[in-house]
């Protein structure tokens, strides 16, 4: 069983590359990573989809739904990478941390066309 499984829009290019690099330091396979644009979502009728789209959305082994830098931390430190993103979560950090991601997911497709020169991944591109 999994320890995290993460929801996340797979039509995002910056996504799927995070996506992509956290499921290469998984080597005890603690983390699921599922495309909410895939036919594997249908799976989970209970994480509502827009939420996920709007919002980075996982559940804990324990089915505990946790959302946002919170995801992103909590998967890093289980791939042994979780000193990276700990001073976002650090008091006084994390409320601003958590504005810029609200930002930043909001403007996902603008970012990410900026800094890859793709906005949106279609079966051609962001494959695994």
């Not at 994480?47 to 919170?70: E, F, P």
């Not at 042994?80 to 941390?97: E, F, Q, S, T």
Request: glycine residues 6%; positive net charge; charged residues 20%.
């Amino acid at each position: 069983m999994h320890k995290l499984t993460i929801f996340y829009d797979g039509t995002c290019p910056l996504c799927a590359k995070e996506m992509n690099a956290l499921s290469n330091q998984d080597k005890n396979k603690a983390i699921k990573t599922i495309d909410i644009y895939s036919e594997e979502f249908s799976e989970y009728p209970h994480i509502d989809a827009k939420a996920a789209n709007t919002v980075l959305h996982a559940l804990n082994q324990n089915g505990d739904l946790i959302l946002g830098l919170d995801v992103t931390y909590l998967a890093w430190k289980l791939v042994g990478k979780g000193w990276l993103y700990a001073p976002l979560r650090w008091p006084g950090v994390k409320v601003l941390a958590d504005w810029c991601y609200l930002r930043f997911a909001n403007n996902r497709y603008r970012v990410s066309y900026w800094l890859t020169g793709t906005s949106r991944c279609d079966e051609n591109s962001c494959s695994k």
